[in-house]
Structure formats: structure tokens, C-alpha cells
């Protein structure tokens, strides 16, 4: 079941135990008489948000067109339009210095939120592992949206020293926010955001479809030096996996990224809208990772579609023509063709007599 703690200050102030029914709504809001959470605050409406349960039984948050909207883990609802609710999900709502974590009754409360912020690595990847690709090789039974109960995982002899406490902290916790822990019918369900090998995971569950062009006009796949030479001839290929991985923009220094390794030396920039208008298809995962299937059998996104690519270190690429670099590096045959149905090539400095890339090659 359900659990709503309400934060202040950091610590857990009060805890609800919702009865959401089907087709009714739990409502949370300034009055009284229609909400089931009355909610003190200026900025709090009348009816200010529902929480609703979903046809698969999973729970959703809805913004019930608030005056001064309302916040699901940082992002603000659209008004009407259900968000699912995650173990480990926080709430805001209006300008309330309040804010409200999700919980799974079957994990023992802390009363601060502060408690433990670390990711415990053993775990992550033992789950990481699981989840995208050993399910099936474990008997552990998956839904086509990836999810698999928590307490059939917990069962195996690898888990059997974890608890649904340090699960939960681990989604919570962990930096690349790897995992969705989701409650239905009264059970933990989790699964990995993104990453996976399992073929028979339906990509339309797993991920949100990214259907307007303009949503993403540009998204960027990390990669090495020592690839850059392939990917230029022949395009991304998502080689075993499901997908092809992307981020939706360019990454802060320092920060933690999902979607590319922290040791990636280069990037390329990929035309979301162009490549969508031949057909290829992209989505969004739950912890912002843009995923793509590429195009035909292999799965690829050839390079027509790039648009350049960075030196990661430096971030300031010197812009070249593509035939000069043709020239300087050799490149004959396939390579040139791709090459030069590209704009620019904004380039690194050096290239060896043996024809390898010491600095940023881009297209």
C-alpha cells in the first residue's frame, strides 16, 4: 500500500495511508470538505491535486488546474494529464515550503530525509544486471513495461541480503537514478530505466514516445576516440542493446550524466527532426535518457543525420571544411561519401601520418 510522508524542514512531520479506490479521486487541497489532505497554504487551492489509481493498478498524480501549480520531482505537472508515481517520489505543491515523499508501507520509516544519500554500488549492480538483462535467466517473470516485482528479486540468493528499505534508498539514491520502484495492488514493483538487451520489452511502455520534433531538436551520444573513425563511415549502431543512448543536451562539468560514460571523450550531435522525418523513432526514459532503435535490422543512425561533433575536453572546436579533412586524413572509399553529405567538421587539432584522430573531429 500507499504511504504519503509530509516533510518540513527536512524531517518526516506526519504520515497518510490513502484509500485510493478505482475511479475515485484522493484529493489533496485547501477545503475541507472535498479533500481527503487539507493543506494550509496560501498557494494551495481548493482541489488541488488528485492522486488516482491507474487501470494497471500503479498510482498517478494529477494537477487539477491549480492556481499556483503543483511539482512531481522537479518537474511541474501539466494540469489534467496523469504522472506516475514512483517509490521515492517527492511532491510539491503551490509555493508551500511542504513537500510530500511516496513511500511503500512495507518499508520501515525514516524520520529524516537526510539519513543516508549514498548508492550502494553491490546493489546497483546486481539490480542493474537483472533488470536489463538477466531476468528470463533467473525465473524471474517480467511485464512487457519491464517492471518485475520486488518480492520475487528479494527471493533469489543473490538478494537475500537486502531488504525493501535499502532497494528503496538505492532508487532514491542512486546518482544515474537507474531504477522505478512503482507500487501495484499492494506489491513493490521495480525495473531499470534504460539499458536493456531483453527483447521482449515493449518500447512504447518502458519509455514516453517522443512524437513532436520540437521537443528535442538536438540530442548528443557520448563515445571514444578510438570509435570515431567507425561511427563516421557507417553511423550509431545500439549493437546489443534495445536502443541507442542520447542526452537531451549538453552536460554541465562535474555533474553526474545519464545516458553517456564519464569517461567519454567525444560527443556527437544528433538532428532530432530530421532523422525523425525519415522514420526513425525516439523516446524519453524515466531518468531523461533519449532513446532511439535506429533504423532497419541492425538498428542504426547513419551520418547523415549528425550535425557535429565535440571534443569533450576542450569544448571549443576549430571549424574545418569536410574535404580538407578528407584530404589530411586519407579517408577514401564509404568514409568520404558519409563525410561529406555532412555540413561542417569541426575538428581537431591534430591528425597523425598514421591517420589517427588526436583532437576533436566533428560533422
Not at 134 to 143: D, I
Request: one cysteine or more; proline letters at 5%; charged letters at 20%.
Amino acid at each position: 500500500m500507499l504511504k504519503i510522508e509530509d516533510i518540513k524542514s527536512g524531517e518526516v512531520v506526519e504520515s497518510h495511508s490513502p484509500q485510493i479506490l478505482p475511479r475515485k479521486r484522493f484529493i489533496l487541497g485547501k477545503d475541507s470538505a472535498s479533500s481527503d489532505i487539507v493543506l494550509d497554504h496560501p498557494s494551495i487551492s481548493r482541489q488541488h491535486l488528485a492522486l488516482i489509481l491507474n487501470r494497471d493498478g500503479s498510482y498517478g498524480a494529477v494537477d487539477l488546474s491549480s492556481s499556483h501549480g503543483s511539482w512531481l520531482d522537479g518537474e511541474k505537472l501539466r494540469p489534467e494529464h496523469p504522472a506516475l508515481v514512483k517509490i521515492g517520489s517527492i511532491l510539491r505543491l503551490g509555493a508551500s515550503s511542504r513537500s510530500y515523499r511516496f513511500r511503500f508501507v512495507g518499508a520501515t520509516s525514516t524520520t529524516s530525509t537526510t539519513s543516508t544519500t549514498s548508492s550502494n554500488v553491490a546493489l546497483s549492480k546486481a539490480l542493474s544486471w537483472l533488470l536489463r538483462h538477466g531476468a528470463a535467466q533467473q525465473g524471474v517473470p517480467m511485464r512487457p513495461d519491464g517492471f518485475c516485482k520486488l518480492s520475487d528479486i528479494l527471493s533469489l540468493r543473490q538478494f537475500a541480503v537486502y531488504s525493501i528499505e535499502e532497494v528503496e534508498r538505492e532508487v532514491q539514491n542512486n546518482p544515474k537514478k537507474r531504477y522505478t520502484l512503482i507500487e501495484v495492488g499492494g506489491e513493490a514493483w521495480i525495473r531499470a530505466t534504460q539499458g536493456h538487451t531483453i527483447r521482449t520489452i515493449n518500447e512504447e511502455l518502458l519509455c514516453h514516445p517522443i512524437r513532436d520534433p520540437q521537443e528535442i531538436p538536438m540530442c548528443l551520444h557520448g563515445t571514444y576516440y578510438r570509435f570515431l573513425d567507425a561511427i563516421l563511415a557507417s553511423g550509431l549502431c545500439r549493437m546489443s542493446r534495445n536502443h541507442i543512448h542520447f542526452m537531451p543536451g549538453e552536460p554541465r562539468s562535474g555533474a553526474v550524466v545519464s545516458g553517456m560514460r564519464g569517461s567519454c571523450e567525444v560527443l556527437i550531435y544528433v538532428e532530432v527532426p530530421k532523422a525523425m522525418a525519415a522514420g526513425i523513432r525516439f523516446f524519453r526514459s524515466d531518468n531523461n535518457v533519449i532513446l532511439s532503435p535506429g533504423a532497419g535490422q541492425l538498428g542504426i543512425i547513419t551520418p547523415e543525420y549528425f550535425t557535429k561533433v565535440v571534443d569533450i575536453s576542450s569544448g571549443r572546436p576549430r571549424r574545418t571544411t569536410v574535404l580538407q579533412l578528407a584530404a589530411t586524413r586519407h579517408v577514401t572509399g564509404v568514409a568520404v561519401a558519409h563525410l561529406t553529405a555532412m555540413r561542417h567538421v569541426t575538428g581537431a587539432a591534430q591528425i597523425t601520418t598514421t591517420g589517427h584522430v588526436t583532437g576533436a573531429v566533428a560533422a
